[in-house]
């Protein structure tokens, strides 16, 4: 068994227009950057994509909201994308946010074949605006449904032949539930080992939820908003 392809732009070949799309990543921390590359290349459009954030202007997700690719954007912050913000108020893009918890707790829970779950956060505000309530425990909670993507688009540190993935660090966030989440997993690694050079422990994601892996390159991993101490 053997999952490697040849690149972003073969992982990719089966995307259409009108897809919906998981993007991993915190920020600008462990996003697929040759994916949205070759997505950007690709020109697919009216693409709902779902992230924790919308990426900056002229990175990540940001270069598909450039090229006017994205119909729908659903995420938890979008405050650094200037051009995100213009198409929003422009009513060019249609928006649903979602508290960051909930945002992967509906991811997890498409996962896991659950439809919906019950949460007390966002009960009182816009986000619990045509949901069921229930009283659990004396305390309000909205019910949200899952939710799942055509495709998944996950970054990882290291991977194999057969998709068993390894996160580092932050880039774990998103990337691990979202790449169980999808009818198509596609994986962009650092390195690509040989069977066996992973610890059977210390796997993140285990192959059966990828169906396709490359190993990237060039990557520029921007911080979003670099601070130091003055001297």
Same mark, same amino acid.
């Given at each position: 068994?053997?999952?490697?392809? =040849?690149?972003?732009?073969?992982?990719?070949? %089966?995307?259409?227009?009108?897809?919906? *799309?998981?993007?991993?990543?915190?920020?600008?921390?462990?996003?697929?950057?040759?994916?949205?590359?070759?997505?950007?290349?690709?020109?697919?459009?009216?693409?709902?994509?779902?992230?924790?954030? /919308?990426? *900056?202007?002229?990175?990540?997700?940001?270069?598909?909201?450039?090229?006017?690719?994205?119909?729908?954007?659903? =995420?938890?912050?979008?405050?650094?994308?200037? &051009?995100?913000?213009?198409?929003?108020?422009?009513? $060019?893009?249609?928006?649903?946010?979602?508290?960051?918890?909930?945002?992967? $707790?509906?991811? #997890?829970?498409?996962?896991? %074949?659950?439809?919906?779950?019950?949460?007390?956060?966002?009960?009182?505000?816009?986000?619990?605006? %045509?949901?069921?309530?229930?009283?659990?425990?004396?305390?309000?909670?909205?019910?949200?449904?899952?939710?799942?993507?055509?495709?998944?688009? *996950?970054?990882?540190?290291?991977?194999? #032949?057969?998709?068993?993935?390894?996160? #580092?660090?932050?880039?774990?966030?998103?990337? =691990?539930?979202?790449? &169980? /989440?999808?009818?198509?997993?596609?994986?962009?690694?650092?390195?690509?080992?040989?069977?066996?050079?992973?610890?059977?422990?210390?796997?993140? &994601?285990?192959?059966?939820?990828?169906?396709?892996?490359?190993?990237?390159?060039?990557?520029?991993?921007?911080? $979003?908003?670099?601070?130091?101490?003055?001297?």
């Amino acid at each position: 068994m053997d999952k490697r392809v =040849a690149g972003a732009d073969a992982a990719i070949a %089966g995307i259409q227009n009108g897809s919906t *799309i998981l993007l991993g990543g915190f920020g600008l921390c462990g996003i697929p950057e040759n994916l949205i590359a070759a997505l950007r290349k690709k020109g697919a459009t009216n693409l709902t994509l779902v992230s924790n954030n /919308a990426g *900056i202007d002229d990175f990540g997700i940001g270069l598909l909201l450039q090229n006017k690719q994205v119909k729908k954007m659903i =995420a938890s912050y979008v405050g650094e994308n200037k &051009t995100f913000e213009q198409l929003a108020i422009t009513k $060019e893009i249609e928006v649903e946010l979602n508290p960051q918890g909930t945002l992967a $707790e509906r991811i #997890r829970c498409g996962g896991a %074949g659950i439809p919906a779950f019950f949460t007390p956060t966002g009960y009182g505000t816009m986000a619990a605006e %045509g949901k069921e309530v229930r009283d659990f425990n004396g305390r309000p909670h909205i019910l949200v449904p899952s939710l799942r993507g055509d495709f998944a688009f *996950i970054k990882a540190y290291k991977g194999d #032949r057969w998709g068993n993935l390894v996160f #580092r660090k932050t880039a774990r966030n998103y990337n =691990a539930i979202m790449a &169980t /989440a999808a009818n198509y997993t596609i994986a962009e690694v650092e390195e690509i080992v040989e069977l066996g050079k992973l610890d059977p422990d210390c796997i993140h &994601t285990p192959g059966i939820f990828v169906d396709a892996i490359f190993q990237g390159s060039n990557y520029v991993k921007r911080i $979003e908003r670099r601070t130091v101490r003055k001297r």
